[in-house]
């Protein structure tokens, strides 16, 4: 077997994930497929939580949920100890059908319903991670109406701007996620609610951006919540036991991107924080982080079916899948770079380099402008590398195309982790039309 960490091959020559042929997984499963190397998700979980470990502090590594919810995900990372983060009433009800502890819960967003947020009180999550006033009063009623307490967290934004696409930034302070510091909302959220009996007030958080490729962001992101902290401790007496550092943490989508290993960026984050505890003399809080992509991205393939091609002399061809945005919309939109290969022979050499369209009725359908490709044929297997993140989590039936069937791969075996949807499924939840007045 070969390993040359974007990808293993089998003696055939053939793709394998998770130890299993990649062919065989198309054949048993049809196309399109989303598959997952199983090993490679506990493998990140790992790394950030020994990377933790090492530095000798206390930690929770929280996975963003976003990036790829399902029974079965949330069933391993409470197998690796970790928590996680939910961003609506579906994934917390995911996660409670999985079993998962709901003290290792955040809950995130920028709106939370009123049924979300009972629901959270009455699960007991372990926090809420409240975003704006609205929330805060809402939360309020909620307890008093449930005689209840809560652990929360405020989730501010430090006017950071991550290096990565406008759509994956969030901690700017023209942002809609968060409380801001610059015109003191923050520090209007943090009397209230520690004037607020029902709610426990164990950190702060902030999350700068998705995708990003350098250590400095986040250091500067620590510098800016320890200042802060360093604020409310001599104005206000507190000092949060929790510092929320985000998500974001890059991955290699194609050669352009450098990646920097889980433990680099947990080295740099827990530097800075020990840093700036010792230039303004606080204690060093547990320092949460939550990864969603970084967990998921690169264990993930997906497995499509080649069907036809169109070629007009002069120009790129267009070489034909049988998905597309409707299970990867992350190319059109956010312009997102993949890469693909063969599955029966990933290592052939290239002969043309074609566009490789998806199957949707959109001309920006376009799941990798610019492919290099063997000499490939309508039946052809065509993997698309890392697209475990926001992909499976942001598909739709646009066209009515049913979603994709999604599959764990471990140890030499496959299993069946989300059924593929069918025609049935999508009509399912239609009703007929039944004319109202005359006519
Ligand atoms: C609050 C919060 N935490 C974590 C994440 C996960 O980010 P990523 O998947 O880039 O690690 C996001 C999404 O960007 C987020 O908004
Ligand atoms: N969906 C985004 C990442 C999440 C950003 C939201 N906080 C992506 O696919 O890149």
Redesign the pocket.
């Known amino acids: 077997m070969l390993t040359n960490n974007l990808y293993d091959i089998n003696e055939h020559n053939h793709l394998t994930i998770g130890g299993v042929d990649a062919l065989e997984l198309a054949q048993n499963f049809g196309t399109p497929l989303i598959v997952y190397d199983v090993a490679r998700i506990k493998q990140q979980l790992q790394a950030f939580q020994t990377a933790f470990a090492q530095q000798n502090i206390d930690y929770a590594v929280s996975y963003?949920s976003?990036?790829f919810a399902a029974i079965a995900m949330y069933q391993v990372v409470n197998q690796a100890g970790a928590h996680i983060?939910v961003?609506s009433g579906g994934e917390l009800y995911t996660a409670l059908q999985a079993g998962f502890p709901m003290d290792k819960v955040s809950f995130?967003g920028n709106n939370k319903t009123p049924a979300e947020l009972l629901l959270a009180v009455k699960q007991h999550v372990g926090v809420i991670?409240l975003d704006n006033f609205y929330e805060i009063e809402l939360l309020n009623q909620i307890l008093q109406e449930n005689q209840t307490k809560i652990k929360v967290m405020l989730?501010i934004t430090p006017g950071v701007t991550a290096h990565t696409h406008q759509y994956?930034q969030?901690g700017q302070e023209d942002s809609k996620?968060g409380f801001d510091v610059r015109s003191r909302q923050a520090t209007r959220a943090l009397k209230m609610v520690l004037a607020n009996s029902r709610m426990d007030l164990i950190g702060i958080?902030a999350?700068i951006?998705?995708?990003?490729l350098e250590v400095e962001g986040f250091e500067l992101e620590v510098q800016a919540l320890m200042q802060i902290i360093k604020d409310w401790s001599q104005q206000y007496d507190y000092q949060p036991q929790v510092l929320n550092l985000?998500?974001?943490?890059?991955i290699r989508y194609t050669a352009q991107d450098q990646i920097i290993e889980p433990g680099v960026f947990v080295k740099a984050i827990v530097q800075a924080v020990k840093r700036s505890a010792s230039k303004y003399q606080l204690s060093i809080p547990a320092i949460w982080i939550?990864?969603?992509?970084?967990?998921v991205?690169a264990a993930g393939y997906s497995l499509y079916t080649i069907g036809s091609r169109k070629d007009v002399p002069g120009l790129q061809s267009y070489v034909n899948v049988d998905g597309g945005m409707g299970d990867n919309i992350r190319p059109a939109l956010y312009q997102a770079d993949y890469e693909a290969i063969l599955a029966r022979n990933p290592q052939a050499a290239a002969v043309e380099t074609v566009h490789l369209a998806g199957r949707y009725c959109e001309s920006g359908d376009i799941l990798i402008d610019q492919q290099k490709l063997p000499a490939s044929h309508p039946g052809d297997i065509v993997a698309v590398l890392a697209t475990g993140?926001?992909g499976y989590s942001m598909a739709s039936n646009y066209n009515r195309v049913p979603r994709p069937a999604v599959v764990f791969a471990e140890a030499g075996q496959s299993q069946l982790v989300i059924k593929r949807e069918t025609y049935a499924d999508l009509v399912s939840h239609d009703c007929f039309y039944q004319q109202k007045g005359g006519n």
């Not at 985000?246 to 890059?250: A, D, L, S, T, V």
């Not at 939550?290 to 967990?295: D, Q």
Request: charged share 20%.
């Open positions: 963003a976003k990036a983060d961003v995130h991670i989730r994956d969030t996620f958080h999350h951006g998705s995708q990003i985000g998500g974001g943490f890059g939550e990864p969603g992509r970084s967990i991205g993140a926001y």
